[in-house]
């Protein structure tokens, strides 16, 4: 089969390594000749560990081609693949009109009889909006619509990709059902087939209990703060209860950030909007977790009342470990928060090697975090990166004070306890109680 991958920004050119990887035939199709003139040069657009080299594979094999023509794309081809990444605006809001339009202008450029195959994250019914344009526009090319929920994780794509749990799948026709078997054979047999409506509703409903299990837990932990109570340890006592299980979503530490979950929040809240329901628990999810952002800032202001001028070290820039990106990373809203209040801001990153154009000359890039530490009132740890678990307690030897580290995510736990470190976590309590018999 010959298939062609519509949108080719990180979604869609994982999607096109990876099905070239597993002997497909892939064309990729973007409307950017930049982006195309890097991709066929073997670059992605956005760092991820691996595809690099599997999309230089693809393309030495001659089984994977990128190209701006439309024609060139479609004209033999059996399955449409569209993977655009929804733009999202910083209030969570998506313009799935944008993808629906992109689609649109290749309607004419299918052959009959092509499946279009949507993993695009789009609101619940944006499916067949596309079909009734089809068929309206048309009416005599008997396309095929549908739909797979993406399950793109910044840093792992392609394993996750390569070696999914199962893959949910949406479809209409029985000669969809076969031709999206045959492309995805090589890759899982454990395929979850429903309706297309139902598969929308599916990443809808995973992204939002996952938000909810992320909340919840963080809420707990505030509380676990302030009674004396440990949230790691009431976290294993959750995962070992049989209802719930070891691999819920339930670790507390930092809020969520991106787009992804917070997307399909919106698109729930706003079908509820349009027909008068209601719906708390999932309107809630979105206040709890803007609340949490400010956990971070909160700590820090109970040790250093005024930040103006105060040296704040900042570990880690990037939406997480694993990936260059910078979009939507809650340490970037943290470091412009931090910018507000007049701090002086020394950081490091290791896939950063440039800063924000907006920040200021308060901002100092160190190219390894040991450095970044010398004469700072508070260190945060803002994103997991491997490279500083490797940090060793002679970092801190020549510090000139005792230093506040923060660190949400209990990810660097072995400086809990040390000499001149004030360590701070996510749901770890402020004093321990103690009982004097």
């Known amino acids: 089969m010959n298939i062609c991958v519509l949108g080719l920004w990180h979604l869609g050119t994982v999607t096109s390594a990876c099905l070239s990887s597993v002997g497909h035939t892939v064309i990729g199709l973007d409307f950017d000749t930049n982006l195309i003139n890097d991709l066929n040069n073997g670059e992605a657009p956005i760092f991820e560990p691996g595809l690099n080299n599997l999309l230089k594979s693809g393309i030495h094999k001659k089984n994977l081609l990128f190209t701006c023509k439309i024609d060139e794309a479609l004209k033999d081809c059996d399955i449409l693949w569209v993977a655009y990444d929804t733009p999202v605006d910083e209030n969570d809001c998506a313009d799935f009109q944008y993808v ?12 009959k009889g092509c499946t279009i195959l949507v993993s695009s994250q789009m609101p619940v019914g944006s499916t067949k909006d596309l079909e009734l344009l089809a068929k309206h526009n048309f009416p005599n090319q008997d396309f095929g619509f549908a739909y797979s929920p993406e399950n793109l994780r910044l840093g792992n794509a392609l394993e996750v990709f390569l070696n999914p749990d199962r893959i949910v799948i949406g479809f209409r026709s029985n000669k969809d059902q076969i031709k999206i078997k045959e492309l995805l054979k090589t890759i899982t047999d454990n395929l979850i087939w429903m309706s297309v409506e139902s598969a929308e509703m599916t990443k809808h409903a995973i992204n939002s ?17 302030i009674v004396g ?23 507390p530490g930092s809020a969520f950030s991106g787009g992804t979950l917070a997307r399909d929040i ?5 079908i509820a909007n349009n027909k008068d329901l209601t719906v708390p628990l999932i309107k809630s999810i979105s206040e709890s977790n803007s609340e949490h952002k400010n ?20 570990w880690g820039l990037t939406y997480k470990a694993g990936t260059n990106t910078l979009r939507r990373s809650l340490s970037v809203e943290l470091c412009n928060w931090l910018l507000e209040q007049g701090a002086f801001l020394h950081v490091h990153d290791p896939a950063v090697d440039k800063l924000p154009s907006e920040w200021s000359k308060n901002v100092t890039r160190y190219n390894n975090p040991e450095e970044s530490i010398l004469h700072v009132d508070a260190i945060v740890v803002a ?16 510090l000139k004070s005792s230093i506040l580290m923060v660190d949400a995510n209990r990810f660097l736990k072995q ?15 402020h004093e321990k109680i103690q009982i004097k018999l």
């Open 100 to 111: 629906i339009r992109q689609v649109q202008l290749v309607f004419p450029f299918l052959k």
């Open 209 to 225: 209990f996952l938000a909810t299990s992320v909340t919840f837990a963080n809420e707990i932990a505030t509380i676990c703060e």
């Open 229 to 251: 109570a440990d949230a790691k340890e009431v976290e294993k006592g959750l995962k070992t209860e049989a209802r719930i299980g070891p691999k819920a979503y339930l670790s």
């Open 266 to 270: 919106s698109f729930l809240s706003q």
């Open 295 to 314: 956990w971070v800032k909160k700590r820090l202001l109970k040790k250093i009342e005024n930040l103006s001028k105060r040296n704040i070290a900042v």
């Open 383 to 398: 994103t997991e990166w491997p490279e500083y678990t490797e940090i060793s307690y002679d970092a801190f030897s020549n």
């Open 415 to 429: 400086f809990s306890g040390v000499d001149g470190i004030e360590y701070a976590a996510v749901g770890e309590p």
